[in-house]
Every structure is written in structure tokens, then in C-alpha cells.
């Protein structure tokens, strides 16, 4: 009961402005039947579920049905986000900034039948792909709810095909900024808008009918909302859904009273922004928390960028919310209540809160590192709990242009996969960061689909960072371009600043670019745009990541898997982690081993164990691999 | 004392109980409760039977059939303990089955583990081919590449070999070749093709699924030849027949081909198993069938038969002039043939008119009987 206590005393305090300046009653009473509100509970996030599957089973594109780039919710009368269905973690903190935008433009000017449309960074969006589309429900002439939904859209026009372009440095050339609009008036297509997006955008018919989608599953939240008020009534359904938001606060503070008090702060870079080549982009955050809330203050990060790398504050709020959530126990409802319980401050005109007119449409970068810069901070905080840096978050590849009959098509391609080490087992091996929780497309259906073929899908070797649990090791992935001419974009990174080990652990092997391996090889910058022709191959290889803990602690059992399994080459084992391994029995030489680790130990003369590393520790370079072999 | 065939058995093996239901054509029941025998699961049922005959007097000889349901092949995936598979497949392509779709199904979750690979990297063999996704061979394989990609293998002592080529669902050539590499130099090997266990587009799916058939071959296989020395043994010569994923039953020796159809049997024998209890509780079996399982089993049917309804009545023409049947396919014909272009755009209209109307009629029957569609 104590969390409950302490809630009433501060929640006025804690619960900031977000409440007042709606002016909505605070209220502390708890619905009388817990049994009932955990069957509402779990019926709306059920609907915010279901508006998912929607999205996912009608739309046309692949970056929603295979990568999954969309999030569905559901929001109160006032616009408070109630529900999250999730299936990116990186929208999480989008729903409100945008809804908040809607209820300042429109306020009561809506009616039944209202649908919203948006997509302007400066207006409540994000980035100009990810179109918002939301549907007021009504129960009579009383507004109940929000039906809410943001996908990442194939193209919506701009200069580079996919909208994706990293070295882009002004909004306007990115693409069409649709500001909220009314889409439907009760119930009335608005034709003109409609026209405006089909002239301004590169494939029509696949963003009507994603478009579309989002609209089936507004309609499917409708039908299904009104079935809840049908049977709750339109008060009870109400207190039940504000009951949500203040379940999900109750457990957020009760959650954060339990993490230390204090002050905690870390720092990262981004290579460049693909514009200004090799000036790097600092990343500042620092921690503060006092007893059951906590500030995520970004003050200190870089001003905002000429290329397209610049965040809204939304996503900087998601990318801080992520790190956050990773630490607290699973089971928190994804809405306005965990917001109330954690402020997220980032000053306007740096990367992480880009004011017009800031290029924003890859910010996604800015979003990963952001959270793996959480990570850090929250390393230094709770150094049992968290991981090291992951390869960076995903790398994106855009591959568009016309065929011989002027055709167009456009391959969007977000791929990522090694996790940064943790203090109790090794980064996971291809899995999709924490920040974009993004499936990967199937190879085969993109070959039928698209003037693309996949030559490689596979693990490097000896890319991934040392540790006593090493990071997870990266893939690469040969892109064969088959149309006549195309555009080929692609924003990477963690070229120059690569992703940190902690507690000892070493750091992940850089990314890299290359056209025509087979052939010339030419190394390419981390992010460029270039016209690629036909039997053209690009390869990317992902960043390892950062390992945790010292290696030379590391079981030489763990060291001679990998090797087995040529994740870890011989002269690597022996050189990272001081192991010996007989590649003819597939044993370790133990006398050796400790021998060459004492030895190791020795030159290396730690005083203490580097809590982040950012190069190869001395007497690890891989200079030390050369001498071994 | 009875006539011979006329009792059915139904067997369910647990981790700690075997169940036997032994089931006469007159309705008679005789049920028994054994401890299972854990290791040789057969002897459990072979032994339970045995004294289910002693009790009731009655011999091998009067079993028609046994029915049985096994977790045999789920717990050697869930346990791990399934065979030591070797993976072949196409160069560049070694950690599709790894690497899986990326996604997780938590978020938030730091401490997420992907479930370990049924085949270990060094098991995964990859052998220097391409075919492209429309079947075309760009890269042929070549035998000497296929051999020692099976050599290798071979020499790791794998216990069965899966085989999943990029884009062999499209042309399975490639794998056909090393089907065939694998029965000559192993010929008692269990291997799993892609091309024979699931055509169809999607590669970590495929993979997945071809592995999964040579995990749990070896088990399975060895699971129903003991049960079978067994009932022999015993004097039963009765067939045995499997319960699948599916709900439907198959024979002991498809079920050792294809161990990955009675994977899910338990959940699917349950569903059996409702139905059996509707109709126990008094549901009528016609209620059942028409309303519930043929329903369900109508849609593919419905939506296939909409527009072929529509071909059949317009298009004809042969039967009608073989028949001299007097029909829409034969005037259109005979409309075209006296250059008659009024009649012909009359029939065409009608031809588009029906088709449209049965399609739409197709759509509306779907909505009757499909309990997701709901009308608003």
C-alpha cells in the first residue's frame, strides 16, 4: 500500500503540467471493482492490439508488413495517450506530441466522422514518412476517445526516393509536410488533400493503400470501442480509462523509488551527419532522480545538424522513455501515466530537439544512439543491469528508380542485429535494437519483389567487442542492384566512434561500406547518396558490439565455441582473450591460457577496470592478432 | 469371443501416465492407467494393453486399429535432445536459420534470449550456388562442392541432414542433387529436403521448418519402430495411425517421413476432443458437422466456387455442341461465327454481369459463414 501513500501526497507535484493545463480533475479514487478494471485494462489494450494486426494484415508496403515501422493507440477525450500497441518502441512519446497538436488546432472544432491526417516534425510529427492518422470516437454527440495510428510511409516525395535521405538539409527538400488536417469531415472525403499526396509522392498506390490501412484499423478501433461503452457505459468507461493512466504512474513511481537516488550523465558521438564529413555530433545526457520521479536532461547535446539527422523532442522523449523502460520491471501499461512520472527536458536547436527549418527524415540514428547514450548513463547507475552499446541501431538503405517502362520502385531496407554485451550473458547475435523492435524482410520475397538480389546474409567474424560476455557479433548483408540506373541511399554510422564496452569489456569493430567487393572494393563514406547501376553491389557490414566485463575473465569454454563456430578466429581467441585453442581436437590449452593471460594482465596494468572503453585496450590492438599469427 | 477387428484403441502418452482407451464397435469401453516407461515409451503400451486383454479376456487379434498421440517430437525440441543435424545451404546464406526475422516478442526485455539454433554454426554447410527467384539457375552447383559440403558433415557425424537452397522453392535441382549425393554416400542417413517438406517462399521459414523434420526424424522414426517390434510382440497386428497437428491421422511410416505433422498433436487432439464432447453433452452431430466444422471447412470452398460457377456456366461451349444442349456458350459462339455483333455484345454483357453477381454472391455467402465477418 505504501506507493499508494506516498502517490496521494505528491501527485499534484509529480504529475506536472501535463494534467493542469488541460485543467482535468485530479482524481484519487480507485474504480470499486479491481476485477472490472483489469477486464477494461486488458480490453483496450486488446484494441490497440487489434489495430495493429489490422495495420499489419491490409497494407501494401513492405516497410510496415515486414519491418513493422507503424504503432497503433488509443487516447482519451482530452488526447492523453490510455493505450500503446506497441510494435516499435521508438513511437512511444509520438502519440502525444501529436495528439496535443491536434487538440491546439481543432479544440472542440470536431465532430463525428472527423478523421485527422499529419505528418509536419515542426506541427507535433516526427518525420515526414511517418504519417499520423487519427479518428475522434464519439458515443452520441460526447467525445470518448482517440483512435490513433502512425506508419512509416514508402515515399511521400521529396528529393531522394523513400524520403529517407540522410544528407538532406532543409525540410523543404524532404518531402511533402502535411500539417494536421482534416482528412474526413464527418464522414466527407476530403478530395483535395488526397490529391495533393498522390501528386507529391513517388508510389500512390502503395501509400493510399497503407493509408488505408491505418484508416481499417481506426474503424476496427471504432466498432470495437463502441462495444466497450456499450457495455460499461460512457462514465464508467471513462473513470476506467483515467484509472489506467494513473495504474500506469502508480507503478512507474513505485517502480523508480526502488532505483538509487542521484546524479548520473554520459556521453557519445555520431560519426557526422553525413553533410559536414568527419565533424562529430556529441550526445550529452545526465540522469537525476529523486525518489519516485526522474529527470532525463539532454542539455549539452550538439546544436542541430545540417543533415537529416536532427530529432523532434518526441523522439528524443521515446528514445529516453526506452532506456528507462529496459530498467523498470515489464508490465507497465505504455501511456500517459509513465510520462507523468518522468520528465524529459532537451533544449530547442540541438539534435535532439531540431527547430525549423532542421532536416529530420533519418532520425531514427539520433534515436538509437540516444538510447544506447541511456544505456550508458544508466551503466553508470545500475552496473549490473545494463548492456553495453549495441552496432548503433539500424542502418538504412533506400534503393529507388524507374524501370524501363518509368515504372518506379523503391526498396527500403532498416536492418540492425548485434546487442551490446551484458553483465550476465553475451550480446544477442542478430536481433533488432531495443529502440525499433523491426523485423527483417525475407530475402526471397524481396528477390520476387523488387530489381534487387541478396548475395550474403551472414555473420563476420571477430567484429564483435571482447568481454567476459562479448558483444553480439554483426552480419553483412550484399545488395545486387538488377534495374538499368537506380538511387541508392544509405545512412550508417559508428564508423569513427565505435560502439563502447563497459566494466572492462572492449569495444565493437567499426561499420563499413563497400561497392563491389568482388571487384574494385571502393570504400564508401557511412552515409551518401549515389547512382548505382545495373550489377552494382553494395555491402554493408554492421558495427560489432561492445562487450562487458574483462575478457580475460571470460570462460575459455565460451571462447572455444565461437571459435568452433568461426564467430572468433584462433589468433583473435589468443590475442582478445589470452585462449589457446587446439583447432585439431577442438580443446583448450589450460596451462597456456594461464599463462598467457598472467602475461596479458601484466602488460595491459590496469590499476582498475576501465568502466567504458571506447579503443582497443594496449596490448589488445590488432597489432597484437598480427604478432600471434 | 468377438469377431475379429471390430475394437479401436486410442493411446496418449504423457511424461508421467500412458492413457489406453480400448473402444469396441458396440460401444463397449475398457480404459487403463499405466506409469509411462520412460526411455522406450512402447513398452508402456504394450505392456498396458497386455493387461487390459487379461482383464477383459480378449486377444491382439480383435484390434482394428491403434490411434495415438505423442509428444514425443515437441519434447525433443523444447528438451533440445533431437537429433545432430548438419545444415546445407547456399553460400552467403550460413545464419538465416540463426538469424531468424530479427524481432523479438518482448519489449523493453534486457534480458531477451533467442532460443538456441537446432543446428550449430559449424553443422551449417554452405555450398556455392545460386538460383534466382524466378527458378533460374545463375549459378550451377557443382557436384564436387555438394560432396564435400556432405563429406564434411558426414565426417562431424551428424545424425540426419537438412537441406534448404535460396530460392528452392522455385527450382529444387540443387537439392534434389544433394538428396541424392546424401543417399549414395549415407544411405541409412534420415535427411529432409526444403523442396519435399514445404515449397514455398520465405527462406528462414523454410529452413526452419526442413531442420525441424530432421531434428526430431532420428526419434520419432526409432519412437514408432519400437512401438511396432512391440505390438508385434505382443500379438497386436493391428495398424497404427498418428494424430497430427492438423487434427487428421497418418500412418506410422508418413509420420517417420514427416515427424514435423504431429508435432502440435496434443492441442489438435484436443480440438478432436471438443468436438467428441459437444456431441457427448448432446449437441447433435448434424449441428456439429453443418454448423461448426463443415462451416469453417466451406469458405475456401465458397470463394473457389464463385467464379467457377461462373466459368462453368459461360464457358461450356463444348458440351453444349457435343450435347446439342441449347446454352449461352453456343449461342456466343454461333453469334461470333454469323458476325452477329449485337448478339455478341449482348452475351458479353451478360457474361460480365454474371460474374460480377456470383463473385458478389460468393462475397455474401463468406460473410454468412465466416464468424469473424461482422456486418455493421
Partial sequence: MQPCARLAVDSFAGRGQALQHVGMPVSHESPKDPIAFELFKNAIFSIADEMALTV?????????????????????????????????????????????????????????????????????????????????????????????????????????????????????????????????????????????????????????????AQLAACHIAEQQFAELVAKHGPDETAAFMRETVDYAERLTRSALANLPDGEWSFEDWIDDDGVDYGKPIRLFVTIRKTGDHMVVDWTGTNPQVKGAINNTLSFTKAASYCGIRSVLPPGIPNNEGVFRAIEVICPPGTV????????????????????????????????????????????GISIGGYDAERKPFIYVDFTCGAWGARPWSDGLDGNSHMMANMASHSIEVTEAEEPIQLLAYEFVADKAG???????????????????????????????????????????????????????????????????????????????????????????????????????????????????????????????????????????????????????????????????? | MSAIGNYRVGVDIGGTFTDIVLLGADGTLHTKKVSSSVGNYAEAIVEGLSELFHETGLAGAVIEEIRHGTTVASNA????????????????????????????????????????????????????????????????????????????????????????????????????????IVERKAPKLKFSISYEVLPEIKEYERTSTTVINAYVMPIVASYLRAMRTGLDGAGIPARLLLMQSNGGLTSDTAAAERPMNIIESGPAGGVVGAQALARAKGLPTLRIVLGHALRAAALPLVSYLGPALAAILTGSLVVEQIFGLPGIGRYFVQGALNRDYTLVLGVLICYAALIIFLNFLADIIYGLLDPRVRLT
Fill in chain 1, 352 to 395: 535532439g530537439n531540431g527547430v525549423l527549418p532542421a532536416a529530420c527524415a533519418a532520425r531514427g540514428l539520433t534515436g538509437f544512439r540516444m538510447v544506447d547514450c541511456m544505456f550508458g548513463a544508466l551503466a553508470m547507475m545500475l552496473p549490473d543491469k545494463v548492456k553495453a552499446a549495441g552496432d548503433g541501431g539500424n542502418t
Fill in chain 2, 77 to 180: 525440441i523444447l528438451e533440445h535432445k533431437g537429433a545432430r543435424v548438419g545444415l546445407v545451404t547456399t553460400k552467403g546464406f550460413r545464419d538465416v536459420l540463426e538469424i531468424r526475422t530479427l524481432r523479438m516478442p518482448r519489449l523493453y526485455d534486457l534480458a531477451w534470449e533467442k532460443p538456441a539454433p537446432l543446428v550449430e554454426r559449424y553443422l551449417r554447410q554452405v555450398v556455392d550456388e545460386r538460383v534466382d527467384a524466378r527458378g533460374r539457375i545463375e549459378r550451377a552447383l557443382d557436384p564436387k562442392d555438394a560432396e564435400r559440403a556432405v563429406d564434411a558433415l558426414l565426417a562431424e557425424k551428424v545424425e540426419a541432414i537438412a537441406v534448404c537452397l535460396l530460392n528452392s522453392f522455385a527450382n529444387p535441382r540443387h537439392e534434389l542433387m544433394i538428396k541424392e
Fill in chain 1, 56 to 212: 499489419f494484415r491490409t497494407t501494401y508496403s513492405g516497410v510496415l508488413k515486414d519491418n513493422m515501422d507503424y504503432s497503433t493507440g488509443f487516447a482519451d477525450s482530452d488526447g492523453k495517450l490510455v493505450a500503446q500497441g506497441l510494435t516499435l518502441p521508438g513511437h512511444l512519446g509520438s502519440v502525444p506530441t501529436a495528439m496535443d497538436s491536434i487538440m491546439r488546432h481543432y479544440g472542440n472544432d470536431m465532430a463525428p466522422g472527423d478523421v485527422f491526417i499529419m505528418n509536419d516534425p515542426f506541427d507535433g510529427g516526427m518525420h515526414l514518412p511517418d504519417i499520423f492518422v487519427f479518428k475522434p470516437l464519439y458515443h452520441g454527440d460526447r467525445r470518448m476517445a482517440f483512435a490513433c495510428t502512425v506508419c512509416h510511409h514508402t515515399d511521400v516525395g521529396g528529393r531522394v526516393a523513400g524520403s529517407n535521405a540522410s544528407d538532406s538539409t532543409e525540410i523543404y527538400a524532404e518531402g511533402l509536410r502535411i500539417a494536421p488536417l482534416k482528412l474526413y469531415e464527418a464522414g466527407k472525403l476530403n478530395k483535395t488533400i488526397m490529391t495533393f499526396i498522390e501528386k507529391n509522392v513517388r508510389i500512390p498506390v502503395k501509400v493510399f493503400g497503407d493509408l488505408r
Fill in chain 1, 466 to 629: 571482447a568481454g567476459k560476455y562479448r558483444g553480439g557479433v554483426p552480419f553483412r548483408r550484399d545488395y545486387r542492384f538488377l534495374e538499368e540506373e537506380g538511387t541508392l541511399q544509405v545512412r550508417s554510422d559508428r564508423r569513427d566512434f565505435r560502439p563502447f564496452g563497459l566494466y572492462g569489456g572492449s569495444p565493437g569493430a567499426p561499420s563499413e561500406n563497400y561497392l563491389n567487393p568482388q571487384a574494385e572494393n571502393k570504400i564508401l563514406p557511412g552515409k551518401f547518396t549515389m547512382i548505382v547501376k545495373k550489377g552494382d553491389i553494395f555491402r554493408h557490414v554492421l558495427a560489432g558490439a561492445g562487450g562487458w566485463g574483462d575478457p580475460l575473465e571470460r570462460d575459455p569454454a565460451a571462447v572455444l565455441k565461437d571459435v568452433r563456430n568461426e564467430l572468433l578466429s584462433p589468433a583473435k581467441a589468443l590475442a582478445d582473450y589470452g585462449v589457446f585453442v587446439d583447432t585439431a581436437k577442438w580443446s583448450v590449452d589450460a596451462v597456456a591460457t594461464a599463462k598467457r593471460r598472467e602475461e596479458i594482465r601484466r602488460a595491459r596494468g590496469w590499476t582498475e577496470t576501465p568502466k567504458v572503453q571506447r579503443h582497443d585496450p594496449p596490448g589488445l590492438a590488432s597489432g597484437t592478432v598480427k604478432a600471434a599469427e
